[in-house]
């Protein structure tokens, strides 16, 4: 009886309590204390299932009974910088998982709340606080913490006992001193990355050797002063160094129960890894990324009996590959005979193939039979005959080889995706067979006859892009396919499309077919290039109204009104088609990306109610900017060649140079897409109001008028800088810059460059020596330089002395000399001599020809 009357009591004063709890939070629901929590109780309102419009009692219902409460908070809040409170959430967290995409925390005192949540994750812009908050959460077992900016100490992060996975993605110069032999005693998987690929500050990582039960370390794109301290991490049975300094592998040599190993390289000029004889030991080894270092010999790999997967591109030396054949359970295997480059925008890494490869003989991977994915791309492979017999693959690529056989490939019928492009192949036959195949690669191939794939049922994307093809009759059975890609091709008739009910992706770029009829039918197109296509008009494609990226560029019209019925569409690509105005735009609401550079546009008034994050307006007629002001989502902006003076318009537009853009955004925008500011060659003279721009990390201003650099300082992400052709007598404002990376100050008037040494990421120079006093100068500076490594000189001295400068620096991994003349009306250009190493030591020497060569667009 007491017994009965006493949980009666209990059950009553939970009740109570919980009761209490709902009211309260109801009530500051409705009348919220702060803008953040409104925000917070907004967001929590827009998700509740079937009933967008709750009233705070059924939102507060819905998370207790549904729970999952904080993954309401997304990419696009974020994207808006926009500010939560968490004080709201805390009550409803249901569950022992939290996670909350946002941009910043009104309240980051009450993460100290989350005591009961043991799996934590956190992305956002910024944490004012550090980790002070995160120290009473003793519940922790799992961490993960995304930042735009700073963390600062992690001193916080020490009282949690029962971590066992930290994982940390800052743009911080880490400090890990706090650690000591009973920091972290269950730790056992710690991941740690730069979201600033080129940070070159090293780091002390030893006192990671005082982490007992530490058995998967990730490091990724950092530096470190010593990796010494590896050898005392005994358990470790998963590593990754992608992107960091290692190059000796020493300090591995122990670590016997290696599974998984990644010692890939990133795009840094960092010295690479040669020697993998430490490795020899890791008998149990499953996996091993050697990718974009300068290994030759593999031989100590031969003892690796149990990997399954290895990639070695980009380490273009190794011409015998003999060793694999004692793999024998290996998977997947990747030799791509490739260089990186960066790219002259901040879309960071650009693969190019490299000059001279050394692969031709493939024999040893003939006793392979487990093989399920070989990529073996760019190399001077002419005989197959050695995978005949690896019946399991199912991924394989060739392209860019010597290929003209391919008859090896006619029983490898489990493969689902084949690239062949850039082969000599004229013959197709062999594939008929292959009823497993979805995507298929044959472009740039001299192929005409494709009757063969008419039994290729399965096939879902297919290219023969810049083949010999004339016709594409038998495709018309293919009902699967959705990707089809015939640009550059003889094709004149279309009508095998009419049957393609699930195509969605279409290029026909490059052709002259009789009509475009056929397209009208096939409306279930999302994707359409009809680049340079010569056609008498295109009003076949008027109601193709599901299209959400469009290609006509080279293709002429007089106005956009064709386009009105396109409602869904995101990318637009009109440039060089004659257009003079831009109106009917202003109605496609769901753009996110327009080119319409070439033309003679002067109004850019029908962008003005855009919701765009891509604008491409090169070679037009363009003075007023005014109508892009309201454009707070630009991400990037081209608008060289224009005759622009004044840019305060532009002064609002501060996330211009955010790479915070999602994945479904760079799906739907142009591949030309550019993440910055490109304003070359126009009529400016004033660039302060480019000081708000504070996210801009890609700037081109060549070719104006511009005598001061005063601003740059406040714009601390900027990483490239184009300044060339200007009024420059003077860089001192560039001094100390924290994020430079690439500076090109051609062709203005700068007698000495001592600012340079100062830059301390500087790896890209771009720069005049009109006479021998600037080039001596110039030598002079770089003695005391120890970060660039890609020089880039403009010059009419003669070019033998200059290449043998360079020849003696090996620290120069990539160079160029230009002799130009400045051509104002076309920019610079004239005949020059282009000399350069690339990455992987290869060069190409002076031999005394004068080559006509003509300037990239700067």
């Known amino acids: 009886m007491i017994k009965s009357v006493l949980l009666a009591t209990l059950f009553t004063l939970y009740s109570t309590v919980v009761l209490a709890d709902r009211v309260t939070w109801v009530e500051e629901c409705e009348t919220p204390r702060s803008a953040s929590e409104a925000n917070t109780y907004s967001t929590l309102q827009k998700h509740v299932y079937a009933n967008p419009q709750a009233s705070c009692a059924e939102i507060y219902e819905f998370y207790m009974t549904e729970g999952h409460v904080g993954y309401q908070f997304n990419r696009q809040s974020f994207e808006k910088q926009e500010t939560f409170a968490l004080r709201p959430l805390i009550e409803l967290i249901r569950g022992r998982s939290f996670s909350m995409f946002t941009f910043s925390l009104s309240d980051e005192e009450q993460i100290a709340n989350l005591k009961k949540v043991t799996r934590l994750t956190l992305n956002l812009g910024k944490i004012d606080s550090n980790t002070r908050y995160f120290s009473g959460l003793r519940s922790l077992e799992s961490l993960d913490l995304k930042l735009d900016t700073p963390l600062g100490a992690l001193d916080g992060l020490k009282d949690l006992p029962n971590l066992k996975s930290l994982t940390l993605m800052i743009p911080d110069v880490v400090n890990f001193s706090f650690i000591t032999p009973n920091t972290f005693p269950k730790l056992s998987s710690f991941s740690l990355s730069s979201t600033h690929l080129d940070n070159l500050d090293p780091i002390d990582f030893s006192p990671l050797a005082m982490l007992p039960s530490l058995w998967d370390l990730s490091i990724y794109y950092y530096n470190a002063n010593g990796f010494d301290f590896l050898a005392r991490l005994k358990n470790l049975m998963a590593l990754n160094l992608t992107g960091t300094n290692i190059s000796d592998l020493t300090p591995l040599s122990r670590l016997t129960k290696m599974r998984r190993l990644n010692l890939a390289k990133g795009t840094?000029?960092?010295?690479?890894?040669?020697?993998?004889?430490?490795?020899?030991?890791?008998?149990?080894l499953e996996s091993l990324d050697l990718s974009m270092n300068d290994v030759q010999d593999i031989v100590p790999l031969m003892n690796m009996a149990n990997i399954e997967r290895l990639d070695l591109s980009g380490n273009n030396r190794i011409e015998d590959i003999s060793s694999l054949r004692h793999m024998k359970f290996l998977t997947q295997f990747s030799y791509n005979c490739v260089v990186t480059a960066q790219s002259v925008g901040p879309k960071e890494i650009k693969e190019i193939p490299c000059a001279n490869p050394l692969l031709t003989d493939i024999s040893p991977l003939k006793s392979l039979e487990y093989l399920e994915i070989l990529k073996l791309p760019n190399h001077r492979i002419?005989?197959?005959?050695?995978?005949?017999?690896?019946?399991?693959?199912?991924?394989?690529?060739?392209?860019?080889?010597?290929?003209?056989?391919i008859t090896p490939l006619s029983a490898l019928t489990q493969i689902t995706k084949l690239s062949l492009a850039k082969n000599l192949i004229h013959v197709i036959s062999p594939l008929e067979n292959l009823n497993?195949?979805?995507?298929?690669?044959l472009s740039f191939n001299p192929i005409s006859n494709i009757s063969t794939l008419s039994n290729l049922r399965t096939l879902t994307e297919l290219d023969l892009h810049n083949t010999a093809v004339s016709s594409i009759d038998g495709l018309e059975n293919n009902n699967d396919l959705r990707i089809l890609d015939i640009g550059a091709t003889q094709i004149k008739e279309l009508s095998p499309l009419k049957s393609m009910a699930e195509l969605m992706t279409l290029s026909i770029d490059h052709t002259a077919p009789e009509n475009l009829a056929p397209l009208a039918e096939r409306r279930s197109l999302t994707s359409l290039n009809l680049s340079e296509i010569k056609v008498k008009d295109i009003f076949a494609i008027k109601n193709l109204s599901k299209l959400v990226r469009l290609n006509l560029s080279g293709v002429p019209l007089k106005d956009v009104q064709l386009l009105q019925n396109f409602a869904w569409l995101k990318s637009i690509d009109l440039s060089s088609t004659g257009l003079t105005s831009l109106e009917g735009v202003q109605k496609l609401r769901g753009l996110v990306s327009i080119e319409f550079s070439n033309n003679h546009i002067r109004d850019l008034s029908p962008l003005s109610e855009l919701n765009l994050y891509f604008a491409g307006g090169s070679n037009n007629k363009i003075s007023n900017l005014t109508p892009l002001q309201k454009l707070i989502s630009l991400r990037g902006l081209n608008l060289s060649h224009n005759n622009i003076e004044d840019l305060a318009p532009l002064s609002k537009l501060v996330n211009i140079g955010k790479q915070d853009w999602n994945s479904n955004l760079a799906h739907n925008a142009d591949k030309k897409s550019f993440i910055g500011l490109k304003l070359a060659w126009n009529q400016i003279q004033v660039i302060s109001p480019l000081q708000h721009l504070k996210a801009l990390t890609d700037l081109d201003i060549a070719g104006n008028k511009i005598d001061d650099l005063s601003i740059i300082p406040t714009i601390p992400a900027l990483k490239i800088l184009n300044a060339s052709a200007n009024n420059l007598t003077d860089i001192s404002a560039l001094s100390g810059h924290p994020s430079l990376t690439t500076l090109m100050l051609s062709h203005n008037q700068l007698a000495s460059l001592p600012e340079i040494n100062t830059l301390p990421r500087l790896k890209r120079l771009v720069v005049d020596a009109k006479d021998e006093e600037e080039w001596s100068n110039l030598q002079d500076m770089l003695k005391n330089n120890n970060t660039i490594w890609w020089l880039e000189i403009e010059s009419p001295l003669a070019v033998p002395p200059m290449l043998s400068y360079f020849q003696e620096n090996p620290r120069l991994s990539r160079f160029s000399v230009f002799q130009t003349q400045r051509v104002p009306e076309y920019g610079l250009k004239g005949t020059g001599v282009l000399v350069q190493k690339n990455f992987n030591g290869e060069s190409t020497s002076y031999t005394g020809e004068i080559l006509n060569y003509e300037l990239p667009e700067l």
């Open 268 to 284: 840094k000029n960092q010295k690479k890894i040669t020697d993998i004889s430490p490795l020899r030991d890791m008998f149990f």
């Open 436 to 441: 497993s195949l979805q995507e298929l690669n």
């Open 382 to 405: 002419r005989d197959i005959s050695p995978l005949a017999g690896l019946f399991n693959l199912s991924d394989l690529d060739l392209q860019h080889n010597l290929i003209e056989v």
